[in-house]
């Protein structure tokens, strides 16, 4: 079938380094090669490790690994992941803390499916635990889900948002993390003009491509250079013979991965070859910041082909979220309809995934939207990770956002700073 030996030829080459890092670092283990005074062993031994260890990663979906955190009344709270909506292509899950109450803060994290699992939002998820319940939409693997699901593409995206968010009830709180930003804003006024009683109290929105031409990046020009013949051409092949979804059409992870690494080449070789030669030393640690990080980023999974497409043509070609165009199931989805949910946007002046300008155009999209109800912060110095995951988040972002949910969530808090942190300035 086509585009099948394709896949499984990228899962062959896969399979086979992760097979040369262990037969490299099982060879050089030896102890007879203790007799042999030459560091050629203890680099090789290390190559294998970190080979094995690499290209294994990037077909296990990672664990969440929050296990506990500290309550209020300074104890250890177990947590656990709760499934309370599972869908074929995405299920919503609650980090129930045990041994406490409910949280007057409510919040739904929208996670990107834009190659990585949700567990990509692990730190943004263990810093809002403390003072919010907490509900994830997490994403299923393409590959594992069989044909006979049907398709999933982005008016099915923003459907399901909605059932989410109707099934959370209204005093939930939205924060979208870069792709799922404008479908996120699309299930809003959705829910604006269908049903306004389940409209969420809050909606933040975090470096997404809302507008693309507002600043255009590598991403958006990519892009526009190229048809969607081509594209589809190029990226999208058939779920090989492994895997449950077997002919699904898809935008392979491992071909997604070879994209991601491709745009910052030198400094991935580089952080690996300096791991190499930590390892030999015996410098290096389970779970080091190199293995923290990798362990995730090369972590990746395939999104169905009418997705991707669907995302590049009507997001970033037609643009139909910027001009308020688009359509759901034949309707049109007015985002001037939002008059009630207070809107955040959040973005990073050094963000060259979604450049600052594409996500505050939301703001002005929401027409029938008092001024006073919406806030937008540019933190200076911030990367694209950095305004979801990093100190960016945790010192400036992340207590401007719970201050913005206090001040339009109604749950009886008023707005506050936070002590022992720099006075945040929106931009």
Known sequence: MKSMATYDLMETARNTNEWLGASARALASYPVWGLVPHPLFKVMSAWGRITERSFARMVIKPDWGIRTIVGSDDRDHLVEIETLVSRPFGDLIHFRVLGRGPM???????????????????????????????????????????????????????????????????????????????????????????????????????????????????VTDFGRRLTMGQLEHLAIQRVGFKYAGAGRLVYPGLLQLASFISMN?????????????????????????????????????????????????????????????????????????????????????????????????????????????????????????GIFAGKSWRKNIRPLVLNFIDRNGGNGKSARPTAGKTPIRAA
């Not at 739904?108 to 263990?126: E, K």
């Not at 991935?268 to 390892?279: E, N, P, W």
């Not at 985002?335 to 703001?363: F, H, K, N, Y």
């Open 104 to 218: 007057p803060r409510r919040v739904l994290l929208v996670a990107p499916m834009s190659g990585h699992y949700s567990t990509l939002l692990r730190s943004t998820v263990v810093s809002l635990l403390p003072d919010c319940d907490v509900y994830v939409t997490d994403w299923v693997n393409a590959r594992d889900i069989p044909v006979s699901a049907g398709k999933f593409d982005v008016e099915d995206y923003t459907l399901y948002l909605v059932d989410f968010m109707r099934h959370l009830g209204p005093d939930i709180n939205v924060v979208a993390v870069c792709q799922p930003a404008p479908l996120t804003l699309a299930a809003t006024a959705y829910l604006a003009g269908e049903d306004p009683a389940a409209q969420p109290r809050t909606l933040t929105l975090i470096g997404g491509p809302i507008d693309p031409d507002a600043a255009p990046t590598e």
């Open 265 to 385: 080449l030198d400094r991935h070789s580089q952080a690996f070859s300096d791991q190499i030669l930590r390892a030999a030393k015996g410098e290096a640690s389970e779970r080091d910041a190199h293995n923290r990080f990798y362990d995730e980023y090369l972590s990746v999974m395939d999104m169905t082909a009418e997705f991707y497409l669907s995302t590049v043509e009507r997001v970033f070609k037609n643009r139909e979220i910027a001009t308020n165009s688009f359509t759901v199931a034949g309707k049109h989805v007015d985002i001037a309809r939002i008059t009630d949910v207070a809107v955040m946007t959040a973005e990073g002046t050094e963000d060259d995934i979604s450049a600052p300008g594409q996500c505050r155009a939301a703001l002005d999209l929401c027409t029938g939207l008092p001024e006073a109800k919406k806030l937008s912060h540019l933190e200076p110095g911030a990367g694209h990770y």
